[in-house]
């Protein structure tokens, strides 16, 4: 694909490898990334606003029901889209997962990642490829991330904001309050380094290593912004 040698090229991945426990029963016959709000997946919500911003190549990783997700997308070409398939035996948590699908993603440098659970219509993408483009000329930062405020089910948060910079648990005692990571981001894929393929891996001791050398910067999203994780906040966006 003459995409990926474009040196601009930045490719996508949309994490839908996981079990969804808290769906259940809703995912025990259907990935938790297909369930529907508002008349469309959430996966197909991703997919078409990646789309409209330009992004033309996106790997999926699966592994609970994955098949569902290739019979119901394809390669992508009905959507304008290229679309790889990263198939996971069983899930590798985010890092392992990001790590396996690196041959796939074939990022020069930098790639977004977007949880396939997160559902936020307007997010405004082509914000996010300019910041990689920032990030290009920095040569500074190993990730962008994107932080909202605290919602209900989350209240302690994750991460601090300094600035630009994200920063972790060393920055407690400071008048800034936590705020969440809303698993939608940009990665430079030397952040994995020294992680293997195919081995499982935790995300956030990696954003905390990178965060304690200010390398990890972030931004504060107050737009409309819902992790589904339940079946109640599933029927209540589609009851909004």
Request: hydrophobic share 40%.
């Amino acid at each position: 694909m003459s995409l990926i040698r474009d040196p601009n090229h930045i490719p996508c991945l949309l994490l839908a490898a996981g079990r969804g426990e808290r769906m259940r029963p809703l995912t025990d016959t259907i990935p938790k990334p297909l369930l529907a709000v508002q008349g469309k997946s959430l996966l197909a919500w991703h997919l078409e606003a990646l789309h409209l911003a330009g992004i033309k190549h996106i790997v999926i990783n699966h592994a609970w029901l994955g098949e569902q997700i290739e019979t119901t997308f394809g390669t992508g070409e009905s959507l304008g889209l290229h679309i790889d398939y990263s198939r996971e035996e069983t899930a590798l948590e985010t890092a392992g997962g990001i790590c396996k699908a690196l041959s796939l993603l074939k990022a020069n440098d930098y790639f977004l990642v977007i949880n396939g659970d997160v559902f936020a219509p307007h997010f405004p993408i082509n914000n996010l490829i300019h910041r990689v483009s920032q990030l290009r000329s920095q040569d500074q930062f190993l990730a962008h991330l994107i932080l909202v405020p605290n919602p209900p089910q989350h209240p302690s948060g994750d991460f601090y904001l300094d600035g630009e910079t994200v920063r972790g648990d060393e920055y407690a005692g400071t008048s800034s309050s936590k705020l969440t990571f809303s698993g939608i981001g940009a990665y430079h894929h030397s952040l994995f380094q020294g992680l293997i393929p195919g081995e499982s891996a935790k995300l956030a001791p990696i954003l905390r290593k990178a965060m304690a050398d200010k390398r990890i910067s972030g931004e504060k999203y107050l737009g409309s912004w819902h992790d589904v994780g339940s079946p109640e906040r599933l029927a209540q966006l589609n009851h909004s």
